[in-house]
């Protein structure tokens, strides 16, 4: 009950008036409001308990990779390289061949699972958000693949870019993989292009990477950026199908969108946000 | 008393130990090598129990830290809590970059830190490396 008590002047005389309310469905509505207010609590504090249980069995997992799948790797090349090395006389060209191509492909698993234990490592951490400046973070970037001979012949054009905000480190990480990916696959063609610039649309900035190379058939775009997945042959392109995925999955970190737009033999477009 | 031996290498795989002894001999790098398969051998060569006969130090460990029964990191914080054992440089070979393992061999006083490379010619220079570093380059400290 609520009982309000005031004056009140009824010709000369002065009484008390009381207005009386029965409140119970106002106190079993609050009450109601606090009841699931703590249920929403106990909610949140037990998801919390259950990430953080999810990331640590993720982080035995990767510890676990990096060991026991790396010695029996160390073992197939030790041993293939040792009969190289003790075989040396007796071993025909074409067996040493075959001993090359186990010990390349030792290598190559291994290379994998860094990548891999890289990219599950980069689901667990938390982003910081810093102001990049991306023209430089660009610029960097290329000269770097230039000193390495990557970008032999290459018509590069870098457009004016908006500051960023965002992880600095994994930012660079996108810049990388996307850049090499551009020089990676226009190489055969005979005007190799490569324009890096950012687009206002709908609110959101869009940086862009633009090539003129093999392209991708479009039918297959949902496949790019899986983990992987790879549209061209390794022959042809070497790589190992985690840059995109790496690049999708730091875009989304930092609340953002990724996409791909291209046609065989006539180059590719892809472009990101970074959200707010 | 005996002369040390060179190198007290900690490991359990005995495909990785046979690796490890070839790419040290192949280098001429050392003339005396034990081998301890597990932490227990290990701690038995290094702290031999009471009665039993006092060797002197090796002058370099090689310790693997993924070891059945005793863990490497354990073997570690033993040879380094120790005043006979803890001026031994302790090499940690392992297969694992991960940033715990790293962390916690070099604060329990881990002279050096080595992953181990899938490609041998890599694993053999890495070793040779290490061999002529701890073994020639390093000032021994004179027992």
């Known amino acids: 009950m609520d009982i309000l008590l005031g004056p009140l002047k009824l010709g000369s005389q002065t009484i008390v008036a009381a207005a009386v309310r029965d409140i119970s469905d106002l106190k079993r509505g609050e009450q109601a409001l606090r009841e699931a207010h703590d249920q929403l609590e106990t909610r949140v504090r037990q998801r919390t308990v259950e990430l953080e249980q999810a990331n640590k069995e993720l982080e035995a997992f990767s510890y676990s990779v990096s060991h026991n799948l790396r010695a029996p790797l160390r073992h197939i090349t030790g041993y293939a390289q040792i009969i190289e090395q003790d075989c040396r006389e007796s071993v025909d060209d074409k067996t040493g061949a075959y001993l090359k191509i186990i010990t390349e492909s030792a290598g190559k698993m291994d290379l994998l699972i860094d990548q891999l234990l890289s990219l599950s490592r980069l689901g667990r951490q938390s982003i910081v958000r810093k102001p990049i400046d991306c023209e430089r973070v660009v610029r960097e970037v290329w000269d770097e693949m230039q000193q390495r001979g990557d970008t032999v012949g290459v018509e590069f ?75 061209h042959h390794e022959d042809e392109f070497p790589g190992t199908g985690v840059g995109l995925a790496t690049v999708r999955r730091i875009v989304h970190k930092h609340g953002g969108e990724v996409r791909a737009s291209g046609s065989v033999g006539q180059g590719a477009r892809f472009e990101f946000t970074l959200g707010a | 008393m005996k002369q040390p031996v ?138």
């Open chain 1, 157 to 231: 054009e870098l457009r004016s870019l908006p500051i960023a905000q965002g992880d600095p480190g994994l930012l660079r990480q996108v810049r990388t993989n996307l850049l090499e990916n551009a020089a990676k696959y226009t190489a055969p063609k005979s005007v190799p292009q490569v324009l890096v610039d950012a687009v206002e649309s709908e609110g959101n900035t869009w940086y862009r990477v633009i090539d003129n190379g093999v392209g991708f058939d479009p039918q297959y775009v949902d496949k790019l950026f899986s983990v992987f997945e790879r549209l």
């Open chain 2, 6 to 143: 060179d190198i007290l290498l900690v490991e359990d795989d005995p495909h990785d130990v046979e690796l490890t002894v070839r790419a040290l001999e192949e280098h001429k790098l050392i003339n005396d090598i034990q081998v301890a398969r597990d932490g227990a051998e290990a701690l038995e060569y290094l702290f031999p129990p009471e009665g039993g006969q006092a060797r002197p130090a090796p002058r370099c460990v090689l310790l693997d830290l993924q070891l059945p029964k005793v863990d490497g990191h354990e073997i570690l914080q033993r040879i380094k809590e120790n005043p006979r054992t803890c001026k031994i440089p302790v090499v940690v070979l392992t297969s694992s970059r991960e940033g715990l393992d790293l962390e916690r061999a070099y604060a329990l006083g881990a002279n050096s830190y080595l992953c181990k490379p899938v490609d041998f010619h890599g694993f053999t220079d890495a070793i040779r490396q290490v061999g002529y570093y701890w073994m020639l380059l390093n000032e021994p400290l004179v027992q």
